[in-house]
């Protein structure tokens, strides 16, 4: 045998030797793993219901219940109904309700002017919970998009997305919003300067309490697509919106982007889409401190679903699994479809 050789037969022999004393010595970490009662007490990441937003869907009328179809289980709801379905978020004890509206066609135009109406359905929701279910917050969103005719998020003009004339309207849809009792603002256009606009607005009419939870990184994904049929505006969108929303392949634009809305005078933080996002909701965390939230969109709501309906996953568990996920790289919170039924099995002890 060479040197070589017998260097490397004796190498082997010390590392068997070492891999019976591993295996029968102190370093076995399936110890923690043993028993429920010793995983629950080493857990280091918790998710309870005190994580969970509930985005709901408002359409007019009343008394009306209307399932979405490419989101199974999550339905528009007339305000009264939107109303009953607060009572029992509250009950479950979810924190945070946001809502999102779903007008007639006769209410959208070029710029999105029925945002400026200080009685749509929106504010109409928003004043109806808060009578009701006083305790409950409400987040709402000031994009355009649900009232434009165009399906964008801001005015168009001349086949392109205006910022300014943009964040001016936003603005003052956010002042009505405020002054119809919501608790959070949650801009999601991604237009520049928005955050410090209606920072000022707010505060100029008052309401420097009103809370601003940007949609600081909003990614041109291809995760919307239920929820643009939930809001009436998939058959409306002309292009796309990739010249406001980030370019998923850029991480480090997303940091500098939040920054900025930081600076502005933004309260919270939030990544969306969420899962294809987890790298940027830990970045944000751990940059700027603030409170940092994810959403869980549609498409990935609308995904767990179809696999758990074929019966290729567990959906239950993935739910769980998923929701999880966001609580460990540090986000404070998620907004997600699923949250009356992760209330449920969490008030059940449930763990993943």
């Not at 710029?111 to 009685?119: R, V």
């Not at 929303?245 to 930081?262: F, I, K």
């Not at 998923?322 to 460990?328: N, S, T, V």
């Amino acid at each position: 045998m060479t040197s070589l050789g017998k260097n490397t037969a004796a190498g082997l022999r010390t590392a068997a030797s070492s891999d019976v004393d591993e295996i029968t010595g102190h370093r076995r970490m399936r110890r923690n793993r043993i028993s429920d009662w010793s995983r629950r007490l080493t857990r280091e990441t918790i998710l309870s219901v005190n994580d969970l937003i509930w985005p709901i869907f408002i359409i007019p009328g009343a008394n009306i219940v209307e399932p979405i179809e490419a989101m199974p289980g999550v339905s528009r709801l007339s305000v009264d109904k939107a109303v009953e379905a607060a009572r029992m978020a509250a009950d479950l004890g979810i924190p945070a309700l946001a809502t999102f509206p779903n007008v007639e066609m006769e209410h959208r135009d070029q710029t999105g002017s029925y945002a400026l109406e200080p009685d749509n359905l929106i504010n109409q929701a928003t004043r109806a919970i808060k009578a009701a279910v006083p305790n409950i917050g409400i987040i709402t969103d000031v994009a355009l998009d649900p009232f434009t005719d165009h399906g964008h998020d801001g005015v168009l003009r001349d086949g392109e997305i205006v910022n300014d004339e943009t964040v001016r309207t936003i603005a003052a849809a956010a002042v009505h919003q405020a002054d119809a009792g919501a608790d959070i603002i949650a801009p999601s256009d991604m237009m520049d300067g928005r955050i410090g606009a209606i920072r000022r607005a707010l505060d100029a009419s008052g309401h420097q309490s009103v809370g601003i939870m940007s949609y600081a990184t909003k990614f041109a994904s291809a995760l919307y697509g239920p929820y643009r049929e939930a809001i009436g505006t998939s058959g409306l969108l002309k292009g796309d919106k990739r010249t406001y929303y980030l370019d998923p392949s850029n991480a480090t634009e997303a940091v500098r982007d939040a920054g900025l809305d930081v600076e502005e005078g933004a309260d919270m933080l939030m990544v969306k889409p969420g899962l294809c996002y987890l790298d940027i909701c830990q970045a944000l965390k751990e940059t700027y401190g603030l409170p940092t939230f994810a959403y869980q969109v549609s498409g990935e709501y609308s995904m767990i679903k179809a696999g758990a309906a074929a019966g290729y996953v567990d959906g239950e568990r993935v739910m769980m699994e998923k929701l999880l996920a966001f609580k460990r790289v540090g986000c404070d919170g998620v907004l997600t479809y699923f949250a009356p039924e992760a209330a449920r099995l969490l008030a059940k002890g449930y763990s993943v």
